[in-house]
């Protein structure tokens, strides 16, 4: 198991708090956010980021993204991933549980949180991860999956 670092990136007029999002992949997706983007985002609709990444200064590790966001057989257990031997997949149960309690608890002590009002984003086996939130949990009542492996 691997250590994760989460970003929380909150509005000044947080006051009127709109839509909470997790976001995957948060080394990336931090990098990718700019201050021109984060203003516009807070002057829209006071969103509040929630990104979850891994505790390292790559924007992705590959074999902790295949392990972290890949359904399995519904054990909870991470196993070789058939397509890649070499990678480990299968927690996803792992990692929504990871999502929901702590951080989730984490977010909810800093902020007022609406629970209609909260999302996931996640690209390719994020995406993945996404469509399995979807189908098998009730936490997010929003679902961004792009382009879903």
């Given at each position: 198991m ?10 000044k ?5 709109q ?12 990098d990718?956010l700019e201050?021109?983007i984060l ?11 929630v ?6 200064s ?17 054990d ?13 997949s299968?927690?996803?149960?792992a990692?929504?549980?990871l999502?929901?309690?702590?951080v989730a608890?984490?977010?909810h ?5 609406d ?6 984003w996640?690209?390719s ?7 399995d939130?979807?189908l ?5 009542p ?6 879903p492996?």
């Amino acid at each position: 198991m691997h250590s994760y670092k989460v970003w929380l990136a909150v509005p000044k007029n947080h006051d009127k708090v709109q839509v909470v999002m997790y976001l995957l992949d948060g080394n990336l997706v931090m990098d990718w956010l700019e201050e021109s983007i984060l203003n516009k985002l807070a002057a829209d609709d006071a969103l509040v980021l929630v990104a979850v990444g891994c505790d390292t200064s790559l924007p992705l590790l590959w074999d902790a993204r295949s392990a972290d966001y890949t359904p399995g057989t519904g054990d909870g257990q991470i196993a070789p991933n058939p397509r890649s031997p070499s990678r480990m997949s299968g927690g996803n149960l792992a990692f929504h549980d990871l999502l929901t309690d702590p951080v989730a608890v984490w977010v909810h002590s800093e902020i007022q949180v609406d629970s209609q009002r909260i999302g996931v984003w996640g690209h390719s086996y994020g995406g993945l991860f996404v469509l399995d939130s979807l189908l098998h949990s009730d936490y997010f009542p929003h679902y961004f999956a792009a382009s879903p492996s």
